[in-house]
Each structure stands twice: as structure tokens, then as C-alpha cells.
Nanobody, 122 residues
Framework: QVQLVESGGGLVQPGGSLRLSCVAS????????MFWYRQPPGKGRELVAQ????????IYADFAKGRFTISRDNAKKTVYLEMNNLQPEDTAVYYC???????????????WGQGTQVTVSS
């Protein structure tokens, strides 16, 4: 059974930090690229960051550059998203996504977690 379980969301003040985690099971994690997406209230889902299977294969959305860091620990089958200097516009549900090379090429959705809420407010 495939599972992606996110955690680490919560309420944080502007300028604060959070670290999201996503633990994977039920598939060959090492072979999958991992993604963080987010869906702000009333808006569509957008890519935050992605990390491939090769070292250094990382891409960030413009809004994430310099503030967010994606990383993965293959031994723990976990992908992380370190978020610093959070702002109210970062408020969203954050989702973990896993895509095999075939999924990525074919634009198939892959596997999704249930999401974790991040709220940035004073």
C-alpha cells in the first residue's frame, strides 16, 4: 500500500520557520523524484520545489528561492521542506508528491499525500 504522510505544518508568525516532512512507503522511494506542492486558499495547486534522484537535481519556484530548502533522506524514505522567513502569502495546504521517471515523462500524477496546513499569521 502506497503512502505519503506529511507532517510539520502549523501556525507560525510572519518571519518564522517550519520544517515539513513527508514519509514514503509502499514503493521504491529511491527511484522516485519528490515534489512539494501547495494550494493557497481559493487558488490552484502550485509547485514549490522538486528534488530528483540524482545529487543536485533540485528546482525551486521563484517564490521559494532563497527561503525554502528541499532535501531527501533515502535511508529514511523522507523528503523535507525547510521554510524560512514565512509570509502570510505562504499560507496554504502543502502536499507531497512522488513521481517515477515514467510518471514524469508521461505527466501522470504519481502518488500524493493528504496535505498539511501551513498558516502564517500574526
Amino acid at each position: 500500500q502506497v503512502q505519503l504522510v506529511e507532517s510539520g505544518g502549523g501556525l507560525v508568525q510572519p518571519g518564522g520557520s517550519l520544517r515539513l516532512s513527508c514519509v514514503a512507503s509502499g514503493f521504491t522511494y529511491d527511484d522516485y523524484s519528490m515534489f512539494w506542492y501547495r494550494q493557497p486558499p481559493g487558488k490552484g495547486r502550485e509547485l514549490v520545489a522538486q528534488i530528483g534522484t540524482a545529487v543536485g537535481n533540485i528546482i525551486y519556484a521563484d517564490f521559494a528561492k532563497g527561503r525554502f530548502t528541499i532535501s531527501r533522506d533515502n535511508a529514511k524514505k523522507t523528503v523535507y521542506l525547510e521554510m524560512n522567513n514565512l509570509q502570510p502569502e505562504d499560507t496554504a495546504v502543502y502536499y507531497c508528491n512522488a513521481q517515477s521517471p515514467a510518471d514524469y515523462i508521461s505527466r501522470r500524477p504519481g502518488y500524493w499525500g493528504q496535505g498539511t496546513q501551513v498558516t502564517v499569521s500574526s
